[in-house]
């Protein structure tokens, strides 16, 4: 049974850090290729980062190039999502997914996701 299990999120100052964990079993971890998508409240689905090809490809969406870094650690088969400077804006439920399909468009992957994790809230605010 594949399980995708978040930590780490809470509450946090606008130009604070969080790291995000999200610990996999159920599948070849190593091999596979995972992103970090958000939902703020509100809004719909919004893509924030991936890690693909053995960790050697990531991407991100232009709102945390910079500011955030996907990592991961395949001897814990736990993938991470480091972000520092937070803004309000990024308050939302983060989730971690395991890739399905992808295709990279000009730097700018476009995915499937065959399994979600239940998610761990982010949120900045003073």
């Known amino acids: 049974e594949v399980q995708l299990v978040e930590s780490g999120g809470g509450l946090v100052q606008p130009g604070g850090s969080l790291r995000l964990s999200c610990a996999a079993s159920g599948f070849t971890f190593s091999s596979s290729a995972m992103s970090w998508v958000r939902q703020a409240p509100g809004r719909g689905l919004e893509w924030v980062s991936s890690i693909y090809n053995y960790d050697t490809d990531t991407y991100y969406a232009d709102s945390v190039k910079g500011r955030f870094t996907i990592s991961t650690d395949n001897a814990k088969n736990t993938l991470y999502l480091q972000m520092n400077s937070l803004k309000s804006e990024d308050t939302a439920v983060y989730y971690c997914?395991?890739?399905?399909?992808?295709?990279?468009?000009?730097?700018?992957?476009?995915?499937?996701?065959?399994?979600w994790g239940q998610g761990t809230q982010v949120t900045v605010s003073s």
């Open positions: 997914a395991k890739v399905g399909e992808a295709t990279v468009v000009a730097g700018r992957p476009f995915e499937t996701y065959d399994y």
